[in-house]
T-cell receptor, first 111, second 117 residues
Framework: DQQVKQNSPSLSVQEGRISILNCDYT??????FLWYKKYPAEGPTFLIS?????DKNEDGRFTVFLNKSAKHLSLHIVPSQPGDSAVYFC??????????FGTGTSLTVIP | ETGVTQSPTHLIKTRGQQVTLRCSSQ?????VSWYQQALGQGPQFIFQ???????GRGNFPPRFSGLQFPNYSSELNVNALELDDSALYLC????????????????FGAGSRLTVL
């Protein structure tokens, strides 16, 4: 049973434009969400997180939005840069820092 | 500060064999988590070790087992390998097991890619 879902396997955007990556979840008890980024041949690296008591968290070019009623979160990257090309995973804790991960969205930023 | 290192990076086994994967945690981290990432999938939680004790297990059969050593490094052992065990195995370390402090996000290694023939 997939607790965290990323329904778009891939996304292509032009450099300088906005990238929007989406994630849906099924468990309304999740109280924390994270985004990880993964380059080929490297492990995932932590990008940004959000607590369920907030609806937005911003860190430089990266903003995560949380819509609890829709059980949906999104990651916005503005402006997108070629170095942002990677696979992005959203994650939610099954307990503590043990996570359910989505299947990932492969972002390609076209120069 | 040394990050998380995993060995071997690649290995090939045949069905029924056993495999041991190793992980050195980041300096100062006492918690190690293991994830399996099959092709086209996200990482799936296998188990976590905290101060040498198992601290949670995902939906994996008992032939997946682990250890954590006093220096907080860890091993993942898989017995009776099956074709479906072919995957990237990721180890992650953290300074603890809670998340709400924001300080215990996972630091991942680059993974060990296992192919079972």
């Amino acid at each position: 049973d997939q607790q965290v879902k990323q329904n778009s396997p891939s996304l292509s955007v032009q450099e300088g434009r906005i990238s929007i990556l989406n994630c849906d979840y099924t468990n309304s008890m999740f109280d924390y969400f994270l985004w990880y980024k993964k380059y080929p041949a490297e492990g995932p690296t932590f990008l940004i997180s959000i607590s369920s008591i907030k609806d937005k968290n911003e860190d430089g070019r990266f903003t995560v939005f949380l819509n609890k009623s829709a059980k949906h979160l999104s990651l916005h990257i503005v402006p997108s840069q070629p170095g942002d090309s990677a696979v992005y995973f959203c994650a939610a804790p099954r307990t503590g820092n043990q996570f359910y991960f989505g299947t990932g969205t492969s972002l390609t930023v076209i120069p | 500060e040394t990050g998380v290192t995993q060995s071997p990076t690649h290995l090939i086994k045949t069905r029924g064999q056993q495999v041991t994967l190793r992980c050195s945690s980041q300096s100062g981290h006492n918690t190690v988590s293991w994830y399996q990432q099959a092709l086209g999938q996200g990482p799936q939680f296998i188990f976590q070790y905290y101060r040498e004790e198992e601290n949670g297990r995902g939906n994996f059969p008992p032939r997946f087992s682990g250890l954590q050593f006093p220096n907080y490094s860890s091993e993942l052992n898989v017995n009776a390998l099956e074709l479906d065990d072919s995957a990237l195995y990721l180890c992650a370390s953290s300074p603890g097991t809670s998340i709400h402090s924001g300080a215990n996000v996972l630091t991942f290694g680059a993974g060990s890619r296992l192919t079972v023939l």
